[in-house]
T-cell receptor, first 109, second 115 residues
Framework: QKEVEQNSGPLSVPEGAIASLNCTYS??????FFWYRQYSGKSPELIMF????GDKEDGRFTAQLNKASQYVSLLIRDSQPSDSATYLC?????????FGQGTRLTINP | SAVISQKPSRDICQRGTSLTIQCQVD?????MFWYRQQPGQSLTLIAT?????????ESGFVIDKFPISRPNLTFSTLTVSNMSPEDSSIYLC????????????FGPGTRLTVL
């Protein structure tokens, strides 16, 4: 079992809709969770982090964490074509980040 | 967040040669890391660059192949030694500014092609 798993997609969402990205992790002791956005040919950019169970909102982005289910998600409201990118889930374990494979998201105008 | 630069941004090298990649941060940071991102893949941690001591390598990566230096809290280098086409990849440095949340911020990356 991979330590951090994401659906690789591609995930196609119409403009203005909600995009939902999911991530599961295997280390029950993980405490910190991150979402990075990576445009093609660019380096990853941190967009959200969450440490506590529940929801954390920042503008159009909401991160959700359920430690009991070992599940992290990222919701993007009012999706824009500029949100088209690969989204990487990362989980802090043993003083290092472990990344999922990433989900490629395409927003269709 | 810290401003991170990498040199070179890209390079094309011949097999059997070595390339040294530099990572410079505009402020002192405790933790610096080196990652590899192979084409179409996610990020794999190569090693943690420790200031004043030997780097801590992840399973599958060895010092002879990827020697790392960290002479101070703002600078690190990664050398890819005796390159083969399988080393073609993007190499990224990242930093944890020590703000308490373990967030890492990435440099722009070095795109390496080995012929």
């Amino acid at each position: 079992q991979k330590e951090v798993e994401q659906n690789s997609g591609p995930l196609s969402v119409p403009e203005g809709a909600i995009a939902s990205l999911n991530c599961t992790y295997s280390d029950r002791g993980s405490q910190s969770f991150f979402w990075y956005r990576q445009y093609s040919g660019k380096s990853p950019e941190l967009i959200m982090f969450i440490y506590s169970n529940g929801d954390k909102e920042d503008g159009r982005f909401t991160a959700q964490l359920n430690k009991a289910s070992q599940y992290v998600s990222l919701l993007i409201r009012d999706s824009q074509p500029s949100d088209s990118a690969t989204y990487l889930c990362a989980v802090q374990g043993a003083q290092k980040l472990v990344f999922g494979q990433g989900t490629r998201l395409t927003i269709n105008p | 967040s810290a401003v991170i630069s990498q040199k070179p941004s890209r390079d094309i090298c011949q097999r059997g040669t070595s390339l040294t990649i530099q990572c410079q941060v505009d402020s002192q940071v405790t933790m610096m890391f080196w990652y590899r991102q192979q084409p179409g893949q996610s990020l794999t941690l190569i090693a943690t660059a420790n200031q004043g001591s030997e780097a801590t390598y992840e399973s599958g990566f060895v010092i002879d192949k990827f020697p790392i230096s960290r002479p101070n809290l703002t600078f690190s280098t990664l050398t890819v030694s005796n390159m083969s086409p399988e080393d073609s990849s993007i190499y990224l440095c990242s930093v944890d500014p020590g703000q308490g949340g373990n967030e890492q911020f990435f440099g722009p990356g070095t795109r390496l092609t080995v012929l």
